[in-house]
């Protein structure tokens, strides 16, 4: 266990606190998917979920371990090539149309041979955030016009965001915010930003016109969803999602300061997407505030961490790379917790490391691999500075000890030629008279 630990190379702190996320999701998922297991005039057994969820973490830290140690900026040429790739996935995901347990799952794909069903939009997330970064790395000692960045940068993430609109709002406007925030932070002009808002605002405006003209088309469908959500947030007209967050809420209620105990939750029995989407009320239910507000204060640590990696790195790319991919995966877990308790509408974010769910963990796993290559970089850099202040330091201690040998050794010169010329001064009769 200390070797394979020792092998593990970057921000120790960054890869503690992932391993406590994941460590914990074990009890709220294997007690949250009682109501699952019952589905289908099912036995009720868990134990099936907790070893699939088992699968996934352990598939989730391999990739991991594999991404991190892999150089950081080969992702940056990867990026480029890989964005075309996700366009044709999202075109796909968007066409296919997949249907799971009887409803309309448009955001996710199959696998074929594999049977694994994976949401397109987390992929075209990460690839995006680092094709962001590269574009503002590259251009940053340069003044490119406003219109070569709208060619090069922003028609680029317009496309991405335009597929993946129709089947999720939420994580497009999630997407949207977090580049805004990159070019923010990568020194992009102030006013061009202002611009790119504005012209989101108005080509979001002009999809949903489109989408109540054509009400019934299939790639509309979930505009009416969104607009529903909203209105069940603002008002007290009963619904689906109403009845999601009512239920949450008396889980949360329910928690009090210590909570029911683990397993003892009764509103997971009740709630629909207790072991994904509301896993943080279930959390409180039986960990009470303490639970609760221990888990958001992990999410914040590691928010913390993510800085200091930023601000350690010695590349623009770097920072932006930590910033690109950790920064969402925090506001991710905000907006669940936000959503449990009724500060935002339903979005359908997952907690990330905590919920479950095969393809959300092995992208948040990745994105983490990404970070923590970043971080292992400026440690090599440490590093590689230690050792040549090392063999500096021995290199001076050796051409001392020489010159310390030389002078000695020339000192032992002096004093027998200083004999000698005295032995000889001795025995000459002449200097002896010269001497009296």
Known sequence: MKELVNKLKGDRVIWSF???????????VFSASSNLAYIGHGTGNTLGYLIKHLAHICIGFLIIYWVHKVPYHYFRAISKIALPVVWFLLVYTLLKGTVIAGANASRWIQVPFIGITFQTSTLASIVLFIFVARYLSKTKEENEPFQ????????????????????????????FCMVIMLTFIGKYPLKYIGFIIGSGIAMLMFFLLVAKAFPDSRFFSRVGTWGSRIENFTTDKPDEDDYQIEKAKIAIASGRLGGLGPGKSVQKNFLPQSSSDFIYAIVVEEYGLVGGVSILLLYLLLLFR?????????????KLVVVGLGFPMIFQAMINMAVAVELLPVTGQTLPLISSGGSSIWMTCFSLGIIISVTKKEEEIAEEKEEKERRKEALQRLIDKELAEEDLAANEIYEEEEMYSILDNSKNPMNAVLNK
Do not use: C, D, R
Not at 149 to 170: D, G, R
Not at 306 to 318: D, E, P, Q, R, Y
């Open 148 to 175: 070569v960045s709208l060619v090069q940068l922003w028609i680029p993430v317009f496309i991405t965001l335009a597929l993946i609109l129709p089947a999720n709002f939420s994580t497009t406007a999630l997407i």
């Open 18 to 28: 992932v391993a406590l996320l994941a460590l914990f999701s074990f009890m709220p």
């Open 306 to 318: 993510f800085v200091i990696a930023s601000h350690k790195a010695n590349t623009l790319f770097g």
